[in-house]
């Protein structure tokens, strides 16, 4: 009987060991674009926690998971809103030293997600390794102890995709039931699945076939030198009476940090005449927008220049300029302020290399029609944006524009 009690605490004590090291689901979000579900995006920690710096923590085990819900959504997109929340939630000198590691992060993606798949990212403590997985099969690794962080500040950060989106993964463990429900349901086919394993074979045969030992000349890495403008830094401007709380994009002169703030008016902005009419003009532009999207994803598939370590600095620097450009120009509304209202807009904004706006399209609106239009005419004021630099093409630039509008407590 006592050899069956020591077994049995045995048991227990493993069974509490395996427990303590599981990732812990602290939060979900559901991201929307277009008024369209794209994916559920989870964080699992070791330790639950309710805010950023909790999470940030690179002495935790910790995991990024994206679980598609859309039919079919291009990996390049994803890859490149991804890149535009990095570079707006990490300061200049970060960016600089980790352009490398995000080239090969960016380069993992391509194709498309399709409902299902599983996206993993999972930091190990005790190493520092991050690696990247796609329904099981392994993409890629990188070795750096600072890149997680780098990547979870763009949905923790002070500028995540919205601040619902945020709140959700900062849930410390309380998940509606619904949301947790619809993440768990969503696997992929054992078709998917196999299709990727030959994908990765042919991938691996292909680069064991280019890597013959036939050529000597060995290319020179790409380096920073050639990028003449200094990193953007990042700082979150305190809100003020009267002000709308935003980020202060600074690019760093010699190493040395600047911050200064911007205060926006609280001028009322242009009226429409009448509630009913903005919304049903509203209803309609998202009918125009959707189809524009659809035509956008079909356009991805299309090949593009390889990514450097120049590149991403380039147009992680400009899109900053871009951010600070047109927060200069927000006002926050005085009746939204009196009635307490606030909300998260985010837009996405092309402009030709002149720098004059060719489009405006809303990628999630905030509950208040008011605001709504408030970042709509920001845009429109702050126009014309800076030419676009040689080093980006001369197409045109396109950008996501994330817009908060919060009172002072």
Known sequence: MKSIKIVFSLLVFTLAVSAKAAPLLNGLALEKQFN??????????????????????????????VRVLASSLPARRFRNQWMEGIAINNRGDTLSSQAETMVTFANLFKGRFLRGDQLTIDFAAD???????????????????DFFD???????????????????????GNIPSGLLTSFEALEPSSERIAELQLKQISQEEALAAAQEPEKEEVLPKPTLAAVELAPPTMTLTPAAAETIEVID???????????????????????????????????????AMESSADTAEMLEEEEEAPLTADMILARQIFHSTLLRHTFSHIRYPKRAQERGQEGSVRLHVVIDS????????T???????????????????AAPYPSVPAQLGSEGFSFSLPITFNLPD
Do not use: C, H
């Not at 500040?153 to 619902?164: L, Y």
């Not at 002149?354 to 399209?361: F, M, P, T, V």
């Open 36 to 65: 369209k579900e794209l994916y559920i995006a989870a964080i699992y920690s070791e330790n639950l926690s309710g805010d950023s710096a909790g999470l940030l923590n690179s002495e935790l085990p910790r995991r990024l998971e």
């Open 127 to 145: 190493t520092g390794i991050t690696t990247v997985a796609l329904n099981g099969i392994t993409l890629g690794e990188i070795n750096d102890p």
């Open 150 to 172: 780098t990547l979870m500040r763009a949905w923790v950060g002070p500028v995540p995709p919205s601040t619902d989106f945020r709140d959700g993964l900062l849930a410390a």
């Open 249 to 287: 994009l600074v690019e760093s002169a010699a190493g040395a940090e600047t911050t200064d703030q911007l205060l926006q008016s609280a001028g009322e902005p242009r009226q429409l005449a009448g509630v009913d009419s903005a919304e049903a003009n509203q209803l309609a532009a998202t009918d």
């Open 354 to 361: 002149a720098g004059d706006i060719q489009e405006i399209q």
């Open 363 to 381: 990628v999630q609106d905030s509950r208040y029609s008011i605001l709504n239009r408030e970042a709509r005419a920001a845009v429109e004021r």
